[in-house]
C-alpha cells in the first residue's frame, strides 16, 4: 500500500464533527467535540474498547448534559492493521495521533523473543512518549496481598524511551556481535563470552532529568509528601548511578527549597506541598529520597504508606509499576498513560490476552480507568470522577469479572455487564 493510499484509508474513518484540540502556552485547547484517535488492540482490545467507550460516553453525557462529547477517530495498529494494511504501525497513524494530541489504545501483541518489534515500543519512540504514568491506588472490595492495602496510593514515572528498551542489541553469533566483542576485548581489555547476544544501555542526563522534572512537578502540583527515586545505582554505576546523581543536582538547581534530601528531612517541619506556609513561614517541602531497585520492591509490600511518587528508568519502571499493581488489584485494575510534552496516549496496562479474545469474560476495567485519566487531562475532571466514582461502587458491591471474581470467591459477570453495572452506579453516584 502506498503511503497516499494509506493517508486515504485513515482519513476516510475521521469522523466530520470533531474539532482539534489545540496547544497554546504549554497547555490544550480543547474544544467541546474534541477528536480523539483511539486505537481497538489486538486480542482482547475490541472488546475491553467497547465497555470503555461506553462508559466515557456515558460519564460526558451524564457530566455535560449533551453540551459536549468526543469524537471518537479509529487508528490503526496491531493486528488488526496488519490484516488491513500490511504493517503492523502505518505511518498515518503517528501522524494522527500527533493531530489528535490524545488517543488512547487497548492492548498490542508483541512477540517473545522473535516476530516484530513491539508495537507500544516503536509508538513511544516515534512520538517521543517519553513519560509512562501509572497511577496505582486500591478501591474497596479489590483483592490484595496487604493487610491494610487502603495504604496503597502511589504514582509510577517511568521512563519511556532509553534504557534497554532502546533496542539496541545483536543476536549471539552476528558479525555485529562478534565485532562488538573483539573491539571491546582489543581497546578496553573485556572479555565477553563469545556465544554473548549484544544489548546496550543508554541512560541520558537530558532523559533522565525530563522525566524527573515531570515527576517532581506532578508532586509539588498534587500535594504529594516524597518523591522516590528507583536505581541499582550501586551496580550500574555510571547508567542509574548517574540517573539518581542527576535527580538531585536536577532538584537542587530547579527546585530550590521545594525538596529537601530524605537525610536532612526534619519531620515537624517538611510539610505538604500542596499545604501553604504556617504561621512561622515553614516553607512548604516535598521529600526526595532514592532506592535501589531490589530494596523497593521489599519496601512497597512492608511500607506501601511510606511511598507516594516514585520515579525510575524504563526497565526498573516497567517492574515497580507491575509490582505495585499487584497490590491493589492487578494489572487489571491498573490504569495507565505514555506522555509527550504536547502528546497523550492513555492505555490498557496489561497484555492482549489473545486466548480470551470473544468470550465476553475480559476485565476491562484498566482501560475504563485510563479512560478517566484521559478526561482528566482533557480538564474534563467531573467527568473523570463520575467513571472512577461508578467502578469504585461496582467493585464494592461485588460486581467483577473472572479475574478478580476468582480472587474474591464471589459470582463473575461478563465485560458487557460490568461496563453496564459501571455505567448504573455512575448515574446512582451522580444522583447521590
Known sequence: MTDRTAERVGEAGRPEWGEPIGF???????????????????????????????????????????????????????????????????????????????????????????????????????????????????????????????????????????????GIEWAMGSPEARKLIDYLAGEFGVTVRADSGIGLKPISRAGSERIIRRALRFALENGRRSVTMMHKGNIQKHTEGAFRQWGYDLAEREFTERFVREAAADAATVVSAGAAADAAGTVPAVILKDRIADNMFQQVLLRPADYDVIVAPNLNGDYISDAVAALAGGLGV???????????????????????????????????????????????????????????????????????????????????????????????????
Request: charged fraction near 20%; aromatic fraction near 8%.
Open 24 to 166: 497554546r502556552d504549554g497547555g490544550l485547547v480543547v474544544p467541546d467535540h474534541p477528536l480523539v484517535g483511539f486505537i481497538e488492540g489486538d486480542g482482547i482490545g475490541p472488546e475491553i474498547w467497547r465497555a470503555a467507550k461506553d462508559v466515557t460516553d456515558a460519564a460526558v453525557a451524564v457530566a455535560y448534559g449533551g453540551r459536549r462529547a468526543i469524537a471518537w477517530w479509529e487508528l490503526a495498529a496491531g493486528e488488526k492493521a496488519y490484516r488491513q494494511h500490511g504493517e503492523y504501525l502505518p505511518a498515518w497513524t503517528a501522524d494522527a495521533l500527533r493531530e489528535c494530541r490524545v488517543g488512547i489504545k487497548g492492548p498490542l501483541t508483541t512477540p517473545v523473543g522473535g516476530g516484530f518489534r513491539s508495537v507500544n515500543v516503536t509508538l513511544r519512540q516515534t512520538l517521543d512518549l517519553y513519560a509512562c504514568v501509572r497511577p496505582v491506588r486500591w478501591f474497596r472490595g479489590l483483592p490484595s496481598p496487604l493487610r491494610d492495602p487502603e495504604k496503597v496510593d502511589m504514582v509510577i514515572f517511568r521512563e519511556n524511551t532509553e534504557d534497554v528498551y532502546a
Open 334 to 432: 491498573a490504569a495507565g498513560v505514555n506522555l509527550s510534552d504536547e502528546v497523550a496516549v492513555f492505555e490498557a496496562t496489561h497484555g492482549s490476552a489473545p486466548e480470551l479474545a470473544g468470550s465476553d469474560v475480559a476485565n476491562p476495567t484498566s482501560l475504563i480507568l485510563s479512560a478517566a485519566m484521559l478526561l482528566d487531562h482533557l480538564g474534563w475532571g467531573q467527568a473523570a470522577r463520575l467513571v472512577s466514582a461508578g467502578v469504585e461502587a461496582t467493585v464494592a458491591k461485588g460486581v467483577v469479572t473472572a479475574d478478580l471474581a476468582r480472587q474474591l470467591g464471589v459470582p463473575a459477570v461478563g465485560t458487557r455487564a460490568y461496563s453496564e453495572a459501571v455505567v448504573s452506579s455512575m448515574h446512582t453516584s451522580e444522583r447521590d
